[in-house]
């Protein structure tokens, strides 16, 4: 088992920036892949970013202004969003899967109970 635990949320204004963080405990060997997806109301969890090894991907919504990364020392996962939008309005979800380069939601097993980022324009 891997227990994720998000924080860093909350409201910022539009071109603002926050830093999400996501600490792992638990069998973290198992931690290949770490990543971020997003769910906006009334809109399906979306592919945010995801990290293995130093080997990042971004959906291209986020691409040039969210930076993943992580500290495997403190097995914790950084998501840095910069140059925030209105439409970045979401609950943020840290996950983690044993797949390498894993992308794809299936993929992740182990998720955190999310993080509110809320943008005002």
């Known amino acids: 088992q891997v227990q994720l635990v998000e924080s860093g949320g909350g409201l910022v204004q539009a071109g603002g920036s926050l830093r999400l963080s996501c600490a792992a405990s638990?069998?973290?060997?198992?931690?290949?892949?770490l990543g971020w997806f997003r769910q906006a109301p009334g809109k399906e969890r979306e592919f945010v970013a995801t990290i293995t090894r130093s080997l990042t991907f971004y959906a291209d919504s986020v691409k040039g202004r969210f930076t993943v990364s992580r500290d495997n020392a403190k097995n914790t996962v950084y998501l840095q969003m910069n140059t925030l939008r209105p439409e970045d309005t979401a609950v943020y979800y840290c996950a983690s899967s044993s797949t390498e380069y894993a992308t794809a939601e299936s993929l992740f097993h182990y998720w955190g109970q999310g993080t509110q980022v809320t943008v005002s324009s």
């Open positions: 638990g069998r973290t060997f198992s931690m290949y892949t």
